[in-house]
């Protein structure tokens, strides 16, 4: 019993107690740009990639050899991206965006010559890029 009115009594006594006041925030007027910008809807920062097909070109521990055959691959095909990725203690040299395996078949037919090691292999590509038309034509 005793418990239960001293609980009471602190509580009476800590309403009794409290204050009311008012808060001043002052604040740089760019925090809200930053805030607003911070909310903003964004695009992703990396294309959208979907199902599709590269060829492997050429791998090497050396990047040097990676970088000459990327430059004989781009002074014949100037038109297909190539990508070169790093897994140790490899680089690797991948060429072209392709949605179906018959494209980048027909690709790998004509770098027989200049990579007759190559090979096609499935992994996650780019969207291909829209060519634009002229506006003279």
Do not use: H, W
Not at 49 to 60: E, P, T
Not at 86 to 94: H, I, S, V
């Amino acid at each position: 019993m005793k418990t239960i009115i001293a609980s009471v009594f602190l509580v009476v006594a800590s309403l009794s107690f409290a204050q009311s006041g008012n808060v001043t925030i002052i604040k740089d007027s760019r925090i809200d740009g930053l805030v607003g910008r911070e909310g903003a809807i964004i695009p992703p920062a990396i294309n959208p990639q979907i199902d599709g097909f590269r060829i492997q070109l050429f791998f090497d521990s050396e990047r040097d050899a990676i970088n000459d055959a990327r430059a004989r691959f781009i002074s014949k095909f100037p038109r297909i991206d190539t990508y070169t990725t790093y897994n140790a203690p490899n680089f690797f040299l991948r060429v072209g965006d392709f949605r179906t395996r018959m494209e980048a078949e027909k690709v790998k037919e004509e770098l027989n010559d200049l990579f007759p090691t190559s090979f096609i292999v499935e992994e996650k590509v780019n969207l291909p890029r829209l060519e634009r038309k002229k506006k003279d034509q």
